[in-house]
């Protein structure tokens, strides 16, 4: 029996998210939030902390600063249940990495310092580690600039280790979708974008278009709708699963928490219908609570809304 149920190799950084920002930022003003929060961000982190509370074994490969920003984000990874045995500290002026969300109605602005989410790279990954699991999953594939080149290599050794693998590239900041990313998704068993994404990595102009192009070459096709809820495509059987209704506060890290509820499931053995379901319920959840962890991270809150809606393992 592996150790692991997942590894993930990937970033960690921290979000800034500030609510009630007026909708025009003019120069040398000084303008209110009304309210704030300070978080762990970074796609592959919450994906990580959201599965560990969920109940999968963890182990995450990673990079932070030598700073206090990366103290503050290992805490509710440690908490949480993920193995941060091998997350590394990178010693000068490179820091942990920084979003800034200003939360508006309906839609955020993001500004990202990278800092350390590049800094990982093929000589960090410790193989006998990431293959000591049952699984392996890769988030911000254009993010990680220091170990993007070689994920269709590390995919394809994932793989010939006997692990089934997932990526969720999330979106490309060059918006130039390569890189290699057609090349990775022939070693992906489960690919996992949003509608906007899905098009881009098809280099398709409608979604319909898209998830055909994409599940030629990947097994199973999952794409998350926002407030539509979600789809999956496996060869030529279609799935789609409406979004559940909650009390929402804001998007910000919807889709990752998707990611892990779907790949929970998955890693339990549950069926397509399930996978969906769960990934829509936990992506609802982590809407309820500001950023990506805040929901998950409250255990009577996680569990009183579990099992309300009767999905608690
Ligand atoms: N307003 C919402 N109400 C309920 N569920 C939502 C809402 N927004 C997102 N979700 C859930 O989160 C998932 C991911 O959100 P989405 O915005 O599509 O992904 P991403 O964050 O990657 O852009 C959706 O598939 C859905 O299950
Ligand atoms: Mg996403």
New binding site residues.
């Given amino acids: 029996m592996p150790r692991f149920d997942l590894t993930i190799a990937g970033e960690i950084n921290l979000d800034l998210i500030l609510y009630g920002v007026p909708e025009e930022l003019p120069r040398e003003r000084e303008l209110l939030a009304d309210g704030m929060m300070l978080t762990l961000g970074g796609s592959s982190a919450i994906m990580a902390h959201n599965l560990a509370a969920l109940g999968s074994r963890v182990g995450f490969q990673s990079r932070i600063g030598d700073d206090q920003f990366g103290e503050i984000a290992l805490q509710p990874l440690r908490q949480s249940g993920v193995d941060v045995s091998r997350v590394r500290q990178t010693a000068g002026a490179v820091k942990t990495g920084l979003t800034v969300i200003l939360q508006r109605e309906g839609w955020r602005n993001m500004v990202t310092y990278a800092g350390t989410i590049a800094e990982l790279t093929w000589d960090d990954l410790d193989f006998e580690y990431l293959t000591d699991s049952r699984h392996f999953h890769i988030s911000s594939f254009y993010l990680q600039s220091g170990l993007r080149a070689r994920v269709p290599e590390l995919f394809r050794k994932m793989k010939a280790a006997g692990l089934t693998t997932s990526l969720d590239t ?1 979106d490309d900041p060059d918006d130039g979708w390569e890189g290699g990313l057609d090349e990775a998704l022939r070693y992906v068993d489960i690919f996992l974008p ?1 509608e906007r994404e899905a098009q881009k990595a098809a280099r398709a102009n409608d979604l319909e278009t898209a998830v055909q192009k994409l599940s030629a070459i990947v097994p199973l096709v999952v794409v ?4 539509e ?2 789809m999956a495509q496996r060869g030529g059987e279609r799935l789609v699963s409406a ?2 209704k ?1 009390e ?1 506060v804001d ?1 910000v890290g ?2 990752d ?2 990611d892990s509820g779907f790949l929970h499931e998955y890693l339990q053995g549950g069926d397509l219908a399930a996978c969906l379901a769960a ?2 319920l936990a ?2 959840f982590s ?1 309820t609570r500001p950023g990506g962890i805040e929901a998950f991270r409250d255990a009577s809150y996680r569990k009183g809304f579990l099992e309300e809606h009767r999905l608690q393992k």
Avoid: D
């Fill in positions: 999330n949003n998350k709708m926002g407030s809820g979600a979004a559940r909650v929402f998007a919807a889709g928490s998707f990934g829509n992506g609802a809407t």
